[in-house]
């Protein structure tokens, strides 16, 4: 079965949350420790959060 609408724009909303988060997450390490190879190391699996929620965005018509 297929999700409504609303279902989907919820899903957005904490796939952009949970990227957000780990973005700032990456940042604050970074700036932190003062340790760029951390930092990038942690801005990994954030950009990949990130694509996935664009991604999501993209297929379910989601504008921004």
Known sequence: MSKSR??????SKRK????GVA???AVALG???ASPVLG???????????WRWWKHRAENGIKF
């Open 40 to 50: 990038v190391v942690a801005a990994v699996p954030a950009a990949v959060l990130t």
């Open 31 to 33: 700036v932190v420790v």
């Open 23 to 25: 973005t700032a997450g």
């Open 6 to 11: 609303s279902e989907v724009l919820s899903e």
């Open 16 to 19: 952009g949350v949970v990227a």
